[in-house]
């Protein structure tokens, strides 16, 4: 920061001969006292070419300045760069509607992942920014939001991008038709008002682009967001095998390659995906009269949508609010234009537009429509591993909208205005093999997901080459692209860090367990166990793992020989050092006996609760450890009457005993003792 020393200076004296002077002043301090806060980068983009759990293209205008590099890290180190353990350069440039886009493609991230990051050029720092990258775990929840259409209106654009950054999802589906006129001027404002998406922590929510009728060509979305498909067709597979997203092309044909591609990738790809869903721009009948029909997508899309069981589709173009209830192509008696109705094999189709475009009459209601409006809007989309969720968001009152955190991003923040029609604020769409699960008829209930810690690494999943993947054109790099660069740290001496150190009475056992983080090298910690509180013995040594990041460790003491255990107690060191050992909290599940006893699955992880909702309610579920913590509490607003099974997924909790609370506002429904061994 630049500090100017205004000693001296006369003008606050004078006001009418010197007001020019004043204000060219005011506009020179202004910059010396700025030009250090803010970077010489901007219109920030995030998006995919590959894997979303372990890959992350981060896009930016470089408006001055040379040789961008980003440093992050999975540590919050603000703007001071040198203190990110990573870099890398950029991979790609090009010089496209007015803007120096620069792209950098990050890779070999951790799943499910916070990364910090900033961009340094030869002039300046950025501001401090984060992404999260996606789940490769089924069971893990997610929050999207999907529209289109934001053209001409700016103030109603920024508000539905504000509400973005409110929601904190964890990716935008965009329907195409970004700008009116495809040129330069109107794609920088653009990508200024994009900037409204971005957290006020700096959090940046990718995007999943589609062509509109506005975009004059293919190449235009492929400059401006990295886009690997030649052809803007592509699809994206998220959280594991939960999700498969398609991405089509309504500008090209949607028979031919296009139409081989989805059929391929739908039966090769899309059936080992427990839910499919696709957005494209045009939608196939309209729900104004003005638009015209899309025979040709009912018949090379809609078919193959039924065929593989795509669940939702998101439509755009016409700038209207609909959805319909689920549908399947037909010319039966009883269809209309097309479609009938089918609540059990059907797909759910929802749209149209709305994100600052200029609304239209809902005017064309068909037999299968659920319900129709007209408002600026966009669709929030929660997907768990038993159910799909849709909610339409009105985007007029931004400013009156709270904050979601990373905690709170499935529980609606106050003020936020969500669409009541005659049918209902929420869509329920459930798995078609969910009651074979359950093995009964009813409505299943979200899994509650467990968050894993962002330091624990998973496998990579294998990425999939279907025969009929679009690839990008090939480019002529100046230079092989560049691979993250580990800075060097200094060797510094460290101390252990335990946390977590507890001891559970489970009958004849008891479970030691504690944490570590970010351990040292030739650790070995020592467990000790008194009988009477006073003296204790060693019985067993274990031998770090000297990882990065949180390490667990866990040993099972067999105490049926021990006749008094009323003052049973356990100790940790490390090291054998003296005087440095500390003391577990034990606990028992002795008070939980009443609760009925539920077992994680040892094979999957996974367990099953149930619950009877009598009318519709809130619904919260909590877990709790032996120690009385709160691990885990998940709001579900709205929840319709009917019998709920429920999925938790325990695969990274410790082995021992919890407690799942289910609640109806305050009255408690069921309360169950879950034990993973």
Known sequence: MKI????????????ARYTMTSKLFFILLTFLITSDAFATVDRFRAMWRDDPATTMVIGFDLISGTNPVIYYDTQDNGRDYDQYRYLQEVDHVVSAKGMNNQFIRLRGLMPNTIYYFVIKDSENVSRKMSFRTMPDNPYERLSIIAGGD???????RRNANSMVAKLRPHLVMFGGDMTGGDNSDQWKKWFDDWQETIGKDGRIIPIIVTRGNHESSNVSLRELFDVAAEKLYYGMTIGGDLLRVYTLNTLISSGGDQMAWLNHDLK???????????QYHYAIRPHTTSKTERND?????????????????????????????????????????????????????????CWGAPLRRANDRKSWTRDTDSFNQFKWIVVDYDGIEVRTIKTDN???????????????????????????????????????????????????PVRTPVSE???????EKPKYVEKPVAEKPKKSAPVPVVKPI?????????????A?????????????????????????????????????????????????????DNISKITNRKQLSYRLGHNKKSGEYLTAKKSTTERWKSFKKVKADPRTGLCKVKYTLESFGDITISMIDVNDTEILSNKYENKKPGVYLQTIDMRTLQVGSYLVVIKAGQVILNQYRVDKR
Not at 457 to 463: A, G, Q, V
Not at 509 to 518: A, G, L, M, N, R
């Open 268 to 278: 090769t790809i899309g059936t080992r995906c427990r839910w499919k869903m696709a």
């Open 504 to 556: 559970t009475v489970y009958d004849e056992e008891v479970t030691v367990q504690w944490t570590s983080i970010d351990e040292p090298q030739n650790v070995v910690y020592d467990v000790l166990r008194s009988e009477d509180g006073k003296a204790y013995i060693s019985i067993s040594q274990v031998s770090g793992t000297q990882l990065k990041g949180e390490n667990r460790y866990k040993i099972v």
């Open 398 to 448: 931004a400013n009156e909208v709270g904050y979601c955190t990373e905690d709170t991003r499935f529980s609606a923040p106050n003020g936020i205005e969500i669409w009541h029609p005659a049918n209902g604020p929420v869509i329920y769409i459930n798995h078609p093999g969910a009651t074979d699960i359950a093995s009964m008829d009813e409505p299943i209930a979200e899994p509650v």
């Open 297 to 353: 997508q009912l018949k090379n899309w809609a078919t193959l949508f039924h065929k593989y069981k795509v669940n939702l589709v998101v439509e755009s173009d016409i700038h209207v609010v609909k959805s319909t209830w689920p549908i399947r192509p037909s010319r039966e008696p009883g269809s209309e234009h097309g479609f009938i109705r089918d609540d059990v094999n059907g797909t759910v189709y929802v749209g149209e537009g």
């Open 457 to 463: 690494k998973k496998p990579t999943p294998k990425t």
């Open 150 to 156: 934001s053209r001409n209106h700016r103030a109603a």
């Open 490 to 502: 200094k060797k510094v001496e460290k101390e252990v860090v335990v946390s977590n150190f507890n």
């Open 4 to 15: 100017i020393d205004l000693t001296g200076f006369s003008f606050f004296r004078y006001q």
